[in-house]
């Protein structure tokens, strides 16, 4: 099954920093979402990317996809303690009728 | 976007026994999905709840072990049957809508479970 990998494992800057996670995946895909958890617990929808888009921004988030190279990139930007948490990405076969499958994460902490 | 609750939020079970969890969304939902995250480590998907008909399970898990009800297209229940310390996750379910709709899952708040 196609699986999302996340790269950095583990990232931890200053707070007001730009923060770039990275995501590859195996197989085609329809979709790309990305997820944030704080401390175990549900999952926070952030944004999904569609196959035919190539960048999206929500807020302080900014998403890229290259369906070329597999990969997606989460670039969070002006940084915030509240930022602190595990990002994952995963990806579906699309409609909503798929399971996800998801990425390994990066936990990301924000220095005061 | 929909509201999912989960019940229990978290529970202590004892090695051999069962535990059913509950998932409870806010609106008729075509797909539900249980998902359990081990300790450190990602998502991994359990089964696709299907209402009207049996759970369809991905490779590695049993319906034995991880039975499934879909009563009605708002609810479903997980259970983790004959537990064992190994079972101890975060339970997680998710909705989606069907396609032509939006595509985002959302997840409920988990159930955490320790075995002993």
């Known amino acids: 099954s196609q699986q999302g990998e996340e790269d950095p494992q583990a990232l931890s800057i200053q707070e007001g920093e730009n923060a770039t996670m990275n995501c590859s995946y195996k197989t085609s895909i329809n979709n790309l979402q990305w997820y944030r958890q704080n401390s175990g617990r549900g999952l926070v929808h952030l944004i999904l990317i569609r196959s035919n888009e190539r960048e999206k921004h929500s807020g302080r988030l900014r998403v890229t996809l290259d369906t070329s190279k597999k990969s997606s990139s989460l670039l969070i930007t002006a940084s915030r303690a509240a930022d602190t948490a595990s990002y994952f990405c995963a990806t579906d076969g699309g409609g909503g009728a798929d399971g996800l499958t998801f990425g390994k994460g990066t936990h990301l902490i924000i220095q005061p | 976007s929909a509201v999912i609750s989960q019940k229990p939020s978290r529970d202590i079970c004892q090695r051999g026994t069962s535990l059913t969890i509950q998932c409870q969304v806010d609106s008729q939902v075509t797909m539900m999905f249980w998902y359990r995250q081990q300790p450190g480590q990602s998502l991994t998907l359990i089964a696709t709840?299907?209402?009207?008909?049996?759970?369809?399970?991905e490779s590695g898990f049993v319906i034995d072990k991880f039975p499934i009800s879909r009563p009605n297209l708002t609810f479903s229940t997980l259970t983790v049957s004959n537990m064992s310390p190994e079972d101890s996750s975060i339970y997680l379910c998710?909705?989606?809508?069907?396609?032509?709709?939006?595509?985002?899952?959302?997840f409920g708040p988990g159930t955490r479970l320790t075995v002993l």
């Open positions: 709840a299907n209402q009207g008909s049996e759970a369809t399970y």
């Open positions: 998710s909705v989606g809508f069907p396609k032509g709709g939006t595509d985002t899952q959302y």
